[in-house]
């Protein structure tokens, strides 16, 4: 059996966060599994919902906000959005990032 952690370990840190994918490794986790979007000025960021407005202080769709705008918002806990690169990069040498 493999144990995934869903949006990272997203029962004790904001979801698909840096700090949740961070957490997902460090409680062991055989696969930390992560949603990944698209920005208006196509960089890929990672979050579940088409919109920003249930996991951050914003609202408005992911597709139409800039990186910028994106990275401004509060993910919870003071974490903001990461981009798809930063994860791969906390995920790099721990385990396996679906």
């Known amino acids: 059996m493999k144990v995934v952690a869903h949006r ?7 979801e698909n966060t840096l700090r949740a994918v961070r957490r997902g490794f460090e409680v062991g986790a055989d696969w930390v599994e992560v ?4 920005s208006r ?3 890929f960021v ?3 919902y088409e919109t920003v407005d ?4 914003g609202s408005g769709r992911v597709s139409e906000m800039t990186f910028d705008e994106l990275r401004k918002l509060d993910a919870g806990m003071g974490e ?3 981009s798809l690169e930063e994860v791969l990069d906390e ?7 679906v």
């Not at 249930?54 to 202080?57: G, L, P, Y």
């Not at 790099?92 to 990032?97: D, K, Q, S």
Request: glycine share 16%; no cysteine.
């Open 8 to 14: 990272g370990a997203s029962g004790a840190e904001p």
């Open 35 to 38: 949603d990944v979007r698209v």
């Open 41 to 43: 000025d196509g960089r």
């Open 46 to 48: 990672v979050i579940h």
């Open 54 to 57: 249930r996991t951050t202080d």
């Open 80 to 82: 903001r959005m990461p």
């Open 91 to 97: 995920a790099e040498g721990r385990g396996t990032l």
